[in-house]
Every structure is written in C-alpha cells, then in structure tokens.
C-alpha cells in the first residue's frame, strides 16, 4: 500500500511539473512583443547612456575653456556658449 502510495504521489508531480510548465511558453506573438520590448529597453539604455556623454563631453570642454579661454573646438563652437 505504502510502494502505491509512493508512486500516485509521483504521478501527481509529475502533472503539477507539467501544467507548471505549460503555463510558462508564450505563444508567437508573445514571444514577439517581449522581443520587442526588449529592443525598445536597449535602445532606451543606449540613448540614455549617449546624453549622459554629451553632457560629460560638454562639462569638460566648459572646464577646459575656463582654465584657458583661448581653448577652441568644433564641440565647443556648436554647443557650448562661451558666457
């Protein structure tokens, strides 16, 4: 009784694994929105990661121009107002 026991409750596992994990495959137009979204988060990251140079590239140039206002770039000269 004890072995049938054992083995029913194997089977019962078994199916829970199994409806566990059909729950978790995503049909192909779900696997596409999540790829989309995806692509949508690296470029966020990418044009996040590009202002953050920007304005890195400019405080270092506004730094340059105050130690020497001599200093002259093609950076500073369209982005950066001499004040």
């Given amino acids: 009784m004890i072995i ?7 089977v019962q596992i078994s199916f829970l694994v199994l409806i566990i994990s059909n729950g978790f495959n995503l049909s192909k137009n779900e696997e596409a929105a999540l790829k989309k ?5 690296s470029a966020a990251v990418t044009l ?3 202002f953050k140079f920007f304005f890195k590239k400019k405080q270092l140039h506004r730094a340059m121009h105050a130690q020497d206002p001599e200093h002259k770039s093609k ?3 369209k982005f ?4």
């Fill in 75 to 77: 950076f500073t000269d």
């Fill in 37 to 41: 979204i995806d692509v949508s988060h």
């Fill in 4 to 10: 049938l026991t054992a083995i029913w409750g194997a």
């Fill in 80 to 83: 950066v107002k001499n004040s």
């Fill in 48 to 50: 996040q990661r590009t």
